[in-house]
């Protein structure tokens, strides 16, 4: 028998090597997965991208279905997750710096370099082609979003966050961050030369996306609430 000592290094030899193999897998998963769709991707082609025994992913992720949870939620935490997006919004009082923080985070991630990454392309590909495997949590995930975003239009507005008002402009704050989010960034470049979406601009673009949300908003306010915004 080896020696206690021996027998720890090996184990933790093993668990370094276990954890190299699953970020492998996830990584070169989300390559796959954002250029083929999960329906389209096979195991074994993953298995030969990441270099590991086809047996890795049932080992790792108990299979196809595991892999791409895993693949999704590390998408998600590369971009802006919802616990970031809860938190920027609850460190603002006013509304308005609420809404500024709502959509800073998401232009800050648009205008880096993750934008050109898998996770990007991937959480794209599931607002465009929903996948049966993990559709329903994108939605969930979605919907947290949309809570917040209720939560601020209502308060510019003085309506309820169930008003189909609220809804409606909800979706015309969201439309411009979709399209920086789906539009591949050189065809916009080509389409719209003069538009900055490098890092340095997230600011500014920024506050011009919350300055046409507070305009549309204070069009749809209560008469009450419409002198309160720009």
């Known amino acids: 028998m080896l020696p206690e000592k021996l027998l720890k290094q090996a184990r933790a030899t093993g668990s370094r090597r276990g954890l190299r193999t699953h970020a492998r897998l996830i ?15 096979t195991g074994q082609e993953i298995c030969r991208r990441a270099r590991v025994h086809s047996a890795a992913i049932v080992y790792h992720f108990g299979g196809m279905q595991g892999l791409y949870r895993a693949v999704f939620e590390e998408a998600c935490r590369r971009l802006v ?9 609850a460190a603002e009082r006013d509304p308005r710096r609420k809404l500024a923080a709502f959509l800073g985070l998401i232009v800050a991630a648009v205008a880096s370099p993750m934008s050109a990454s898998w996770a990007v392309r991937l959480f794209s590909r599931e607002f465009v082609a929903p996948s049966v495997i993990y559709g329903q949590v994108h ?41 920086l989010l789906l539009f591949h960034r050189h065809k916009l470049a080509r389409l719209l030369p003069q538009i ?25 306010a209560r008469p009450a609430t419409r002198t309160r915004l720009p």
């Open 27 to 41: 990584e070169t998963a989300g390559q796959v997965f954002a250029a083929q769709g999960v329906d389209r991707a």
């Open 196 to 220: 900055d979406l490098s890092p340095a601009a997230a600011p500014q673009i920024t506050r011009q996306l919350v300055r046409f949300a507070l305009g549309g908003l204070g069009a749809v």
């Open 139 to 179: 939605d969930r995930l979605l919907a947290g979003r949309a809570k917040i975003l209720k939560s601020i239009v209502s308060a510019l507005t003085a309506l309820p966050p169930n008003d189909a008002v609220v809804a409606r402009a909800c979706v015309s704050i969201m439309a411009p961050c979709a399209v």
């Open 81 to 89: 997750s919802t616990e970031a997006l809860a938190a920027a919004v």
